[in-house]
């Protein structure tokens, strides 16, 4: 009973600490898995946390609408930024267009010397401290994803959340409980646990995983 204590205390702390959340469904979800991730993505969006779901596999038929979480296919993908600085000039008007594949944006008026040295091009995307993986039995289901995350030496926490008792097992942490028939369901008893809210939108996508896996 401590243990599971500590192991509760453990994932409490590691995401009030967390700055960075991926959750990786395993690559060929259910309903009830997908929405099990989802409904923890949107929990943890509760908490102000900046969080995504990385999943390279084709969205579950009949889950739903997607719209408004932050899903990625890869954990490769990056966003490039380009920002210029240009005060203490008269410039006033941006404007950008787009030919063969080039984005080209002008900003007006500068100085004929300005210098380009305050124009700067950055690659920024996710550093992901803590990864939580839903309904994976094992690193292969989920892709080369999570290799891409925690790399050759360790990388961040992995905490891996499973139903199966073929599950291998694989996180730093492991919450495998195979007594929960639905992922969603397990996924709402750990949210309770760990203290997090569940907002009416987490429960309806909860809610939906646990009526598909019970076929109601």
């Known amino acids: 009973?401590?243990?599971?204590?500590?192991?509760?205390?453990?994932?409490?702390?590691?995401?009030?600490?967390?700055?960075?959340?991926?959750?990786?469904?395993?690559?060929?979800?259910?309903?009830?898995s997908f929405s099990a991730s989802v409904g923890l993505y949107y929990a943890l969006k509760e908490e102000g946390k900046n969080v995504c779901v990385i999943y390279p596999g084709s969205i579950p038929e009949g889950f739903g609408s997607i719209e408004g979480i932050n899903i990625k296919s890869s954990s490769s993908q990056r966003e490039l930024?380009?920002?210029?600085?240009?005060?203490?000039?008269?410039?006033?008007?941006?404007?950008?267009?787009?030919?063969?594949?080039?984005?080209?944006?002008?900003?007006?008026?500068?100085?004929?010397?300005?210098?380009?040295s305050r124009v700067k091009a950055e690659i920024k995307g996710f550093d992901f401290d803590l990864v939580i993986?839903?309904?994976?039995?094992?690193?292969?289901?989920?892709?080369?994803?999570?290799?891409?995350?925690?790399?050759?030496?360790?990388?961040?926490?992995?905490?891996?959340?499973?139903?199966?008792?073929?599950?291998?097992?694989?996180?730093?942490?492991?919450v495998v409980r195979p007594e929960f028939e639905s992922i969603s369901l397990l996924v709402t008893n750990m949210i309770v646990k760990w203290g997090l809210n569940i907002s009416s939108k987490t429960a309806e996508v909860l809610l939906r995983g646990i009526s598909e896996r019970k076929g109601i």
């Open 1 to 32: 009973m401590n243990s599971e204590i500590d192991k509760t205390n453990q994932i409490f702390e590691l995401i009030k600490e967390a700055r960075e959340i991926a959750i990786l469904p395993s690559r060929v979800s259910s309903i009830d």
């Open 81 to 116: 930024v380009v920002s210029v600085d240009y005060s203490d000039t008269n410039a006033s008007k941006v404007s950008y267009s787009t030919e063969n594949d080039i984005l080209r944006f002008s900003i007006s008026p500068v100085d004929k010397n300005f210098d380009l």
């Open 133 to 174: 993986t839903v309904g994976a039995q094992s690193r292969e289901d989920l892709g080369r994803s999570l290799e891409d995350i925690t790399g050759d030496l360790g990388g961040p926490d992995v905490l891996n959340i499973d139903n199966s008792e073929r599950n291998q097992r694989f996180g730093n942490i492991n």
